[in-house]
């Protein structure tokens, strides 16, 4: 990969993402967003990245960070780091003081992400997945390890761990299901990422300071506005590049777009928790918005998602410009994961359809 002038930057975003378990009793003071942005500020100092900006509504408190985003809603955190950082250094402080509010058990952990283009430049224990998974085993114990995709080419790694026997205990069942299929499953919950390579230079233009002039001008400019319209969105474009936006809705679902724009080295990410029985409309536009050479879809949705039993219609679906190169399907306890890889077509194959 050729560098800008010594300059690199790693677009490629480490994602934890931890379900507590809310405790028994009384629960209604229980919950990760009663945590100070001032605490946070110093947790976050472990993973070498700041806040700046922040948003909420009644559902889920949205950070932008220097890298990437942050999303905590009463009993999920969320931290999506990008660049350099180490996001599992505050793991164990984070549990440690979720613990000392009465979330003492987890139902459900993800750790994922696509391979480092420059895992040279990480730092403990960011530098290889295997180191990733020693420390994440000193904190958990079952935890499963998963590699998608090509090893020796574009590959995406997981370390999942799951209880659905801990899920909430509210006798609260969102929707009818056997007693037996409910159990731990209580709250419907998907998530969908597209992570982007190679982008088109002139719509990657869009996310620099000579061709706009904030966030809100990049994310009108680009239509990234009409992703999910229902979104309220708060955005930042970096001086001189770069560009992230957290988008939230009153449904409690979240989007995250972060752009690394350099053309050497472009990279997209699109991730959101928005409950859909079909994500093909969802995909075609995130794919038309940026344009990539490349991309990487991974679905997860749990047994009460509308999502479960649809993930795999991936199958049957043309992009036109983009062919699919690979697909793989997971089953855990709680989730359903779809991973899919697409490329670019070259001009004469989209006249023929690919
Ligand atoms: C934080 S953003 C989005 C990162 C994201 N993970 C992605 O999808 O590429 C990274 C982009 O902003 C640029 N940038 C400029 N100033 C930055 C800063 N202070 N911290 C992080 N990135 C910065 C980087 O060069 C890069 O193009």
Redesign the pocket.
């Given at each position: 990969m050729e560098e800008n002038g010594g300059h690199y930057?790693e677009?490629v975003?480490k994602l934890v993402e931890v379900w507590f378990v809310d405790p028994p009793g009384d629960q209604e003071n229980v919950d990760l967003r009663t945590i100070t942005k001032d605490v946070w500020d110093e947790l976050l100092k472990a993973v070498k990245c700041e806040i700046i900006s922040f948003t909420k509504n009644d559902e889920v408190d949205a950070y932008v960070l220097?890298?990437?985003s942050m999303f905590i809603s009463k009993r999920r955190w969320i931290l999506k780091t990008?660049?350099t950082t180490t996001p599992l250094n505050c793991l164990k402080p984070v549990m440690k003081l979720a613990a000392e509010m009465g979330f003492t058990e987890i139902s459900d952990f993800f750790y994922s992400r696509k391979n480092f283009s420059r895992p040279d430049l990480q730092h403990l224990p960011h530098r290889l997945f295997c180191e990733e998974v020693k420390f994440l085993d000193t904190i958990f114990e079952g935890g499963q390890t998963y590699c998608l995709g090509q090893i020796n080419k574009d590959c995406w790694y997981l370390y999942t761990l799951s209880h659905p026997e801990r899920g909430r205990d509210d006798d609260r069942p969102l929707i009818e299901l056997p007693k037996v299929e409910m159990k731990g499953l209580y709250e419907p919950d998907q998530t969908i990422e597209i992570i982007m390579e190679n982008l088109d230079p002139n719509i990657m233009n869009i996310f620099t300071k000579t061709r706009c002039t904030d966030g809100k001008d990049a994310t009108m400019t680009s239509k990234i506005n009409e992703i999910l319209p229902d979104m309220v969105i708060d955005d930042f474009l970096?001086?001189p590049?770069?560009?992230?936006m957290n988008g939230i809705n009153n449904h409690g679902e979240y989007m995250t777009i972060?752009?690394?724009?350099?053309k050497e080295f472009s990279?997209?990410?699109f991730e959101s928790n928005v409950s859909m029985n079909n994500y093909t409309e969802l995909i075609t536009r995130v794919i038309h918005t940026f344009l990539p050479s490349k991309f990487i879809i991974t679905i997860f949705a749990n047994k009460t998602s509308e999502a479960y039993a649809t993930i795999r219609e991936l199958e049957y679906n043309n992009y036109v410009q983009w062919q699919r190169a690979e697909m793989q399907c997971c089953n855990f306890p709680s989730y359903n994961l779809l991973f899919a890889t697409y490329t670019a077509c070259r001009n004469e194959k989209i006249e023929n359809g690919c």
């Open positions: 930057f677009g975003e220097s890298e990437s990008c660049g970096f001086e590049c770069g560009y992230s972060h752009i690394t724009p350099e990279y997209v990410s």
